[in-house]
């Protein structure tokens, strides 16, 4: 298994990882940021709080390592299951969505008062960056 570990495609992990960063940062910042403060309940002092608290540069260089190990370990499994093409590389990327996302993100949602829009809206920002990952991984062997 981790004999092909060397055929990993280390440009295309950094493409895959720096492809769902910046999905995240349309997402969230262009697209739905205010909705997304809104349904998690959020003022606008409390996000300036929460920005100061994590400083940009703590703040994305965490989520930019985040999502590169993220994508290493999808490119573990692409390599590993010997996947080929955009569209397998897709179809990975949208079943572990479906592992991170319903059964590890709900039991986190259920745990909190915010409304299940908030989940849906996370929810499908995954579903887009994993599948976009994916499929980079799966195209880019």
Request: no cysteine; hydrophobic share 60%.
């Amino acid at each position: 298994m981790f004999d092909k570990l060397g055929q990993i495609n280390l440009l295309a992990v950094v493409v895959a990882g720096v492809a769902m960063f910046l999905i995240g940062g349309i997402w969230y910042g262009a697209i739905f940021a205010k909705l997304w403060q809104r349904l998690h309940g959020f003022t606008d002092e409390q996000v300036k709080a929460m920005q100061k608290a994590r400083p940009p540069q703590v703040f994305f260089s965490v989520m930019i390592g985040a999502y590169l190990v993220g994508a290493l370990a999808m490119a573990f499994l692409v390599v590993n299951l010997d996947l080929r093409g955009a569209f397998n590389g897709a179809v990975l990327g949208a079943f572990l969505w479906l592992f991170a996302t319903t059964a590890i993100g709900l039991t986190d949602h259920i745990t909190r008062t915010r409304p299940l829009a908030a989940y849906f809206l996370d929810s499908v920002y995954q579903l887009v960056a994993f599948v976009a990952a994916g499929a980079i991984l799966g195209a880019w062997r």
